[in-house]
């Protein structure tokens, strides 16, 4: 089996895949996939553009979507961040931002791919054991976990907390997708909810007035 974590924006998107065994949900293999605006980042899976090539921002969109759904055909299920208010400056930048991320969404949804959406807070607290991380947490919270891994070492070095593409948004990507990894394990009875750190219960136990269902009882989104 196939799942895919997505950290979606519209510059610099990363994307993870594992492969698990079907029975343990371990994981067999793990590659990442972004995008970088600096000629000198360009490598296999980190795909360079110079918007000059685009005749507007909705071409580039179309293209960086077009590449992410191929990333992503095989896998059965998807971890996205849910939207972040304020996350981009501008309000012109927060519709963009909505209009490529649900483009991207639906047609996944559509095609038979089961999504969950976590919280920006509840994916930097079960990778990094605070909700609040900033980029350098995000780094510190990777380069300690102990499960397969991708092996980020040709790419920037995260060196501050705003964060550095593309490998900031690999890393969070990454994160999604052990998020989701250990949902399927637990919803699976591959592992226990005692079990795990104090921070990671936590996440998944958490209801709100707009999510009265904790993550393991809450339905995958499906079309």
């Known amino acids: 089996m196939k799942i895919a ?3 979606l924006s519209i510059s610099s998107s990363g994307i993870i895949v594992e492969t698990l065994d079907d029975k343990t949900l371990d994981i067999l293999d793990v590659q990442y996939y972004g995008f970088t605006n600096k000629k000198k980042l360009e490598q296999d899976h980190i795909l360079y553009y110079n918007n000059k090539d685009f005749n507007s921002d909705y071409a580039k969109y179309n293209w960086m979507k077009d590449k992410i759904l191929e990333w992503t055909k095989d896998c059965e299920y998807l971890a996205t961040e849910d939207y972040a208010y304020g996350k981009s400056g501008a309000l012109g930048q927060i519709f963009s931002l909505a209009e490529f ?3 991207i969404k639906l047609a996944e949804v559509a095609r038979g791919q089961k999504m969950r959406l976590y ?3 509840s994916n930097k607290k079960f990778f990094s054991g605070y909700g609040l991380s900033d980029k350098i947490g995000m780094r510190d919270g990777f380069d300690k976990w102990t499960e397969t891994k ?6 920037p070095e995260v060196d ?5 593409s593309p490998t900031s948004d690999i890393i969070d990507a990454y994160a999604l997708c052990e998020c ?3 949902e399927l394990k637990l919803r699976a009875g591959v592992i226990q909810l ?3 750190p104090k921070s990671q219960i936590e996440v998944y136990n958490v209801v709100s007035k707009e999510h009265p269902q904790g993550l393991l009882v809450a339905p995958f989104i499906t079309k």
């Open 180 to 182: 989701l990894r250990m």
């Open 101 to 103: 991320e649900g483009n």
């Open 150 to 155: 991708p092996d980020l070492s040709t790419l």
């Open 5 to 7: 974590g997505q950290d």
């Open 119 to 121: 919280s920006v807070n």
């Open 194 to 196: 005692h079990e795990l």
């Open 160 to 164: 501050n907390g705003k964060g550095v």
